[in-house]
């Protein structure tokens, strides 16, 4: 699966970072606990959050994750946008909400990984 | 590889900004050419303290000693202090604010985190003086 396929099943919006959309993803995550996304993490390309705030972005750069999906219509600032852009961190928005977002990503064959 | 030594520090009033630190040293582990996996561990870990300097202790100083067979952290604040370390390192015990919850931390898992990420880690804190943190994160 790729980030363009990402934003199609989500339905979703491109904010930034659409150079990157063909790269592959292979796992992912979801939460609004960035703490939980800092302890159980490994390997995950994609962060969904319905968490709207700067450190989403410098936890996906913590963990190596390069597409931040932000669901239940939450948009990111231009504070937010910036910083996803010079991290290279693509950000998709999706009205669909967490457990219908991730459900629909793990029905198209996308996982979570392994825990740490 | 010689020593490299690096110093920050970090306020405590912009939450939005904390976190800065730890990016910047993991910018620069990377083009030190540390591997990924340690890389990892050691911004997850720093920025995990950073988080905890923010929220509990009004900032602080971060100072970070990347040596041939290790990464050491320093994390000093003069924060309150920790009452009870014990309590504190358990996984979802909190002191956080319902303020810093909605910010997406506060779950308890601050020092925990830092603890799993790190290969040593020591406390050092007195009530009403402050905290400090040292962790060491292996090389080799």
Request: charged share 25%.
């Amino acid at each position: 699966m790729t980030i363009a396929d990402v934003q199609e099943i989500l339905h979703g919006t491109c904010i930034c970072g659409e150079d990157q959309k063909n790269r592959e993803i292979h796992s992912a995550c979801g939460s609004d606990m960035m703490s939980d996304v800092l302890a159980y993490v490994k390997d995950q390309a994609v962060l969904l959050t319905g968490l709207c705030n700067p450190q989403v972005i410098r936890t996906a750069e913590m963990i190596d994750a390069y597409c931040i999906v932000f669901i239940r219509g939450k948009k990111p600032t231009d504070e937010m946008i910036e910083l996803a852009k010079e991290r290279n961190i693509t950000l998709l928005c999706t009205d669909h909400r967490m457990f219908n977002a991730c459900g629909m990503l793990y029905s198209n064959g996308l996982r979570g990984g392994v825990p740490y | 590889m010689s020593e490299v030594k690096l110093s920050y520090t970090i306020s405590g009033e912009d939450f939005t900004r904390a976190g800065e630190a730890s990016g910047d040293v993991k910018s620069k582990l990377k083009v030190l050419g540390v591997s990924p996996e340690i890389v990892r561990k050691v911004s997850i870990a720093l920025y995990e303290g950073e988080i905890n300097m923010v929220i509990h202790a009004h900032g602080g100083t971060i100072d970070v000693v990347i040596s041939e067979k290790d990464i050491t952290m320093v994390l000093a604040d003069k924060g309150p202090g920790i009452e009870d370390v014990d309590l504190a390192m358990q996984a979802g015990y909190s002191t956080a604010s319902e303020n810093v919850r909605a910010l997406g931390f506060g779950a308890g898992m601050g020092l925990p985190n830092m603890k799993k990420y790190s290969d040593e880690m020591n406390i050092d804190t007195r009530l009403g003086e402050g905290t400090t943190v040292t962790m060491k994160v292996y090389l080799q």
